[in-house]
C-alpha cells in the first residue's frame, strides 16, 4: 500500500510540473509579438490566457480529488463505518489519526475520518463506533479548532446509548493538567450514555509504549486479520522459556497453555501487578525454509549487516513475491510483524514471568501468529523476544483498601498477578468473580484459587460455567445476583478491576454496575480511580 501511494506521489508530482511548465511557456508566449503592451492584446493571446487558467483549475482540481477527505474506505458494505475523530494543534494527532483510519481500513473496516470541528449531534447519533484521538494543550486546553464542538456540541442534551467509542489522549506529564481535554471528552461522552470500547489510553510526549498499546487495542477492535507492523519497534530483551503446560486438556474450547520465562542474562526484572508483557512473535522456521526455496535464496545469505537473510524474515511478514534476487534489496522492503500483549501472571517473588494464552486459529487451521509461535514453534529453552510494559491505569490500589477483581477466559491471568501480590502484602479483603466454560476443564488456577480462599487470602470466590448446570449463566449474572454485597464493599472502599473479552464481559458488566449504584456513582469511581479495566 505504501509503494502504490509513493508511485502515485512521484506521477502527481510530475504531473503537476509538467503542467507548471506548460502555463509558463503559455505566459511566455504573451509577452512575445509585436502588440504586447500598451495595447489590447491580440485573439491569440486571449486564448493562451484562457487555456493557463483552466489548465491551472483543472490541476487545482487534480489535487483536490486526489487529497479529499474520503467519507466511507473499502470493507464489508454492510457495516456502518468507523468514525475517526482528530483534534490536533500541532498536526501529531491527526498524524496518528489516518494511521489509525489506515489500520482498520486494512482490517477491511470502512472508516470516516472527521477533525472535530466537523464533527456534530448528527453524526454522533447516526455513529456505532467511534474514536477520538485528541491532544490537550497549555494547562488543559483543547486545542484551537476543537473549540466550535465544545461550545455547539458538548452543550446540547445528547443521548449516546447506541454509541461505543474510546479516546487517545495525547499530552504532557509536566503539565498539572495532563490530557485534560481527553479525560473531559471522555466524562462527557459517559455522561451521556455512550459505550468505551475500553478505557483512555493516555500518551505522554509520544510515548511509543502507549501507542503500540493503542495499535494493540486496534488490532483487537479490527479483528484477527489486522497484522499491521507497530508504527514504532519495541527494544526486545531475550527470555528463555522454561516451561509450558497445557491448563485445559479435554476443554471444547482453544488450548489454553501457562509459561514460564527466565531473562536470558539471570536477572529478573522488577514489575508491578497489572504489568504488560510484550511479545515479538516469529515465523516458524519450517515457513521460512519453505519461502526461501521457493523464491530461489540459499538458507545460508547473509546481508551486509551481517545477518542471515533466513533471520530477517523470521520477524517480518513474508512477501507474497519477490521481484528481486538481490537479498540486502529485499530486506530493506520487509515489514516487521507487530508486537502480541499478554497480562503477566505472576510476580518476581515468584522467581519467574508467567504468561497464559490461548492458543487462536486462522480460518485455515493454522496457529495464529503470536500463540503459534509461543505454543507450537518455540521448544524448552528456546529465546523469546520480550519487553516488560508499565500498565499503570491497572497498578493495584493500597493494601489498606478492599479489592474486586471480575474475569473471564484468560482475563485470569492478570488477576492472579494482583492476588498474589495481595496475598504476599497481608491485603486479605479480596473478591474474585470468575467465569468460564466447563468447571471440569476450564477452571486455570482452580487449586490454587480454593487454597488461597481457605488460608484466607480471599475471602470471596464466586464462579460461573456457562456450559455447566448452575444458578448463573455469566459472570455478569452472578455480580447482579451479589449487587447488595458489590454495594456494600464499594461503600467500604473497594477498587474494581475487570480483566477480560472486550465483547460481551466487559460492557455487561459495566451495566450491572451502574444498575447496581447508579450512573453519578459509577462515575465517580471512575473518577476516583477506583474502576479500572483491561480488557481485550
Not at 511509543?208 to 519495541?234: F, K, Y
Not at 479435554?250 to 514460564?260: A, D, M, P, R, T
Not at 470466590?461 to 447482579?480: E, I, K, M, N, P
Request: proline residues 5%; charged residues 20%.
Amino acid at each position: 500500500m505504501n509503494r502504490n501511494r509513493s508511485t502515485r506521489a512521484l506521477f502527481g508530482n510530475l504531473a503537476v510540473g509538467l503542467g507548471l511548465l506548460l502555463i509558463a511557456l503559455l505566459l511566455l508566449r504573451l509577452h512575445l509579438g509585436e502588440r504586447w503592451w500598451p495595447a489590447p492584446p491580440l485573439a491569440p493571446q486571449w486564448w493562451m490566457a484562457l487555456a493557463a487558467l483552466a489548465i491551472y483549475a483543472a490541476a487545482c482540481f487534480a489535487l483536490w480529488w486526489c487529497t479529499r477527505q474520503r467519507d466511507d474506505e473499502v470493507g464489508d458494505s454492510k457495516e456502518p463505518p468507523i468514525l475517526v475523530v482528530w483534534a490536533s494543534q500541532t498536526g501529531f494527532a491527526q498524524q496518528l489519526a489516518q494511521r489509525t483510519a489506515a489500520q482498520l481500513r486494512a482490517a477491511g473496516h470502512k472508516t470516516r475520518l472527521r477533525a472535530i470541528d466537523q464533527v456534530d449531534a448528527a453524526l454522533l447519533d447516526s455513529t456505532r463506533q467511534a474514536l477520538f484521538i485528541v491532544s490537550t494543550t497549555g494547562e488543559g486546553d483543547p486545542p484551537d479548532h476543537a473549540l466550535a464542538f465544545l461550545s455547539r456540541v458538548m452543550p446540547q442534551p445528547l443521548k449516546l446509548p447506541q454509541l461505543q467509542y474510546a479516546v487517545l489522549a495525547l499530552g504532557d506529564k509536566t503539565y498539572e493538567q495532563y490530557c485534560a481535554f481527553g479525560h473531559q471528552l471522555d466524562d462527557w461522552l459517559r455522561a451521556h450514555g455512550a459505550q468505551p470500547l475500553f478505557d483512555t489510553v493516555d500518551v505522554d510526549n509520544a510515548d511509543a509504549e502507549a501507542l503500540r498499546h493503542w495499535q494493540q487495542l486496534l488490532g483487537q477492535l479490527g479483528g484477527s486479520s489486522t497484522e499491521a507492523s507497530d508504527w514504532s519497534a519495541p527494544a526486545y530483551q531475550s527470555w528463555l522459556l522454561r516451561k509450558r503446560e497445557v491448563l485445559n486438556p479435554g476443554s471444547i474450547g482453544g488450548k489454553v497453555f501457562h509459561l514460564q520465562l527466565q531473562p536470558a542474562d539471570g536477572q529478573l526484572p522488577a514489575w508491578q501487578a497489572g504489568d504488560i508483557a510484550e511479545i515479538g512473535p516469529r515465523q516458524s522456521a519450517v515457513a521460512v525454509t519453505q519461502w526461501l526455496q521457493a523464491h530461489d535464496f540459499a538458507s545460508t545469505t547473509v546481508l551486509a549487516d551481517g545477518r542471515l537473510l533466513g533471520d530477517a524474515l523470521a520477524v517480518s511478514h513474508l512477501p507474497d513475491s519477490c521481484d528481486t534476487g538481490d537479498a540486502d534489496a529485499l530486506a530493506a522492503s520487509l515489514k516487521p510483524l507487530p508486537h502480541r500483549e499478554y497480562s503477566i501472571a505472576s510476580m518476581p517473588t515468584e522467581g519467574s514471568l508467567q504468561l497464559m494464552l490461548r492458543r487462536q486459529l486462522r480460518p485455515d487451521g493454522t496457529p495464529g501468529l503470536a500463540s503459534g509461535w509461543l505454543c507450537d514453534y518455540t521448544a524448552i529453552g528456546d529465546s523469546i523476544d520480550l519487553r516488560l510494559r508499565s500498565n499503570s491505569n491497572f497498578h493495584p490500589p493500597g493494601n489498606d483498601a478492599p479489592l474486586i477483581l471480575i474475569g473471564n477466559g484468560t482475563g485470569i491471568a492478570g488477576l492472579r498477578a494482583h492476588l498474589r501480590a495481595r496475598i504476599d502484602a497481608g491485603a486479605r479483603r479480596n473478591w474474585l468473580l470468575f467465569g468460564e466454560r466447563n468447571v471440569a476443564h476450564d477452571f486455570h488456577f482452580g487449586d490454587e484459587l480454593r487454597q488461597w480462599q481457605r488460608e484466607g487470602g480471599v475471602e470471596r470466590l464466586d464462579t460461573v460455567f456457562s456450559r455447566d448446570d448452575g444458578a448463573f449463566h455469566y459472570v455478569q449474572d452472578a455480580l447482579a445476583a451479589h449487587s447488595e454485597v458489590l454495594r456494600q464493599w464499594l461503600d467500604d472502599g473497594a477498587t474494581l478491576l475487570v480483566c477480560g473479552s472486550l465483547q460481551g464481559m466487559a460492557p455487561a458488566v459495566d451495566k450491572v454496575i451502574i444498575d447496581a449504584i447508579g450512573a453519578d456513582a459509577h462515575q465517580a469511581l471512575r473518577i476516583a480511580g477506583r474502576y479500572r479495566r483491561d480488557v481485550y
